[in-house]
């Protein structure tokens, strides 16, 4: 028998069921929208981001991507009592910073990527 796992939001995919969420960029400039998607991140038990977007990216209209990290953040510390993690590609080299504090929890939480 196989578990059903919801995708938090359209064009967002298990790549492995569970554990490996990939998709497109969460945040929009409509701020309901922003937070259902991000909701919906929380929901499916996203604990972890990895954000391969470049500072300097702009959408199909040429328009800044509005940040999404920070409500990220504190949607899943009011709400769930946990810490989010994300990470940004550096734009100068391929490492990443950790824009947040370790979680509290010793498990492992569900990881998403998007471009």
């Avoid at 701020?31 to 300097?56: D, P, T, W, Y």
């Avoid at 370790?102 to 498990?107: A, D, G, H, I």
């Amino acid at each position: 028998m196989t578990a059903d796992y919801g995708k938090p939001f359209g064009r967002s995919f298990w790549v492995i069921p569970g554990k490996f969420l990939a998709g497109c960029y969460p945040g929009s400039k409509d701020l309901v929208e922003a937070s259902e998607k991000l909701h919906g991140l929380l929901s499916c038990g996203i604990r972890f981001v990895v954000n391969l977007m470049e500072q300097h990216e702009r959408d199909h209209n040429g328009d800044r991507f509005i940040p999404y990290e920070e409500q990220l953040k504190r949607m899943g510390n009011e709400a769930l009592r946990c810490f989010v993690w994300v990470i940004r590609r550096e734009p100068s080299s391929a490492k990443s910073r950790i824009a947040c504090a370790e979680p509290e929890s010793r498990t492992r939480p569900s990881v998403a990527s998007h471009p």
